[in-house]
């Protein structure tokens, strides 16, 4: 496998009052951002903020089509969209420094920065269910017509990564420009990824590879997994 640069279609933001995105999700209308004390919906084309809801979201952030859930500090909590009303509460995998955050097929997958895992959770108690471990922190998961994909974010270099999640082999790496640091990564159901860009306070939307230019070659070193 020969990592490929990643393309910048557009950058969303900076946006008012915000200084770190934590974490990224699109619920297929808009991108919503954790950014500290509140969560902003903006729209995915020219980043209009379109609403505000004071919840706290420090990291990760997710959609079930119904449903936000946001990583707060050691926790993660399920949170109506349209009042900001938390709904539960469960304790996030490992306790404080989750990252990424998404949903698929019934379950949270969560990413751990410092740890360099990738947890699967049941999202009612928070059980962990599978570990992938990396070699470099994980700083966004999101999900991609069932291929999982990862950010990176170590040594001022980041990347996005689709790995194998049962062996968690890495199979592609799109590398970031430098200076561009991912904190959330989402796939918006077509062609192109949300990044997070950490204190730039920015979205970065990077275009999603062709399937016919990818390779499914695992790299030299993989990662491995195991199971909860």
């Given amino acids: 496998m020969k990592p490929s640069p990643a393309e910048i279609i557009r950058e969303l933001g900076p946006f008012t009052g915000v ?28 980043g209009a903020v379109r609403r505000s809801l004071a919840v706290a979201g420090h990291a990760g952030t997710a959609f079930d089509g119904r449903h936000l859930f946001q990583i707060a500090e050691g926790r993660i909590q399920k949170v109506d969209p349209e009042s900001g009303r938390v709904l539960a509460t469960i304790p996030a995998p490992g306790g404080t420094g989750s990252s990424g955050l998404a949903w698929a097929e019934g ?23 599978r570990t992938i471990t990396s070699n470099r922190f994980v700083t966004g998961v999101t999900w991609v017509d069932g291929e999982l994909w990862h950010g990176t974010w170590e ?11 049962q062996t968690g082999k890495v199979l592609e ?35 999603r590879p062709e399937r016919g230019v ?11 997994a195991t199971e909860a």
Wanted: hydrophobic share 40%; proline share 4%.
């Fill in 173 to 207: 790496s799109l590398i970031m420009p430098a200076g561009s640091r991912v904190s959330g990564l989402e796939w918006d159901g077509g062609d192109q990824f949300f990044c997070g860009g950490g204190a730039s306070g920015k979205v970065r939307v990077v275009r």
């Fill in 155 to 165: 040594s001022d270099e980041s990347e996005l990564r689709r790995i194998d999640a």
């Fill in 214 to 224: 990818r390779s499914d070659k695992a790299v030299a070193s993989p990662v491995d």
């Fill in 107 to 129: 379950t949270l997958w969560v990413g751990h920065n410092r740890e360099r895992k990738i947890y699967e959770i049941d999202p009612e108690t928070g059980a962990v269910l």
């Fill in 19 to 46: 200084s770190q995105i934590g974490g990224v999700s699109f619920d297929g209308e808009r991108v919503w951002i954790a950014a500290g004390d509140r969560l902003l919906a903006i729209d995915p084309m020219n």
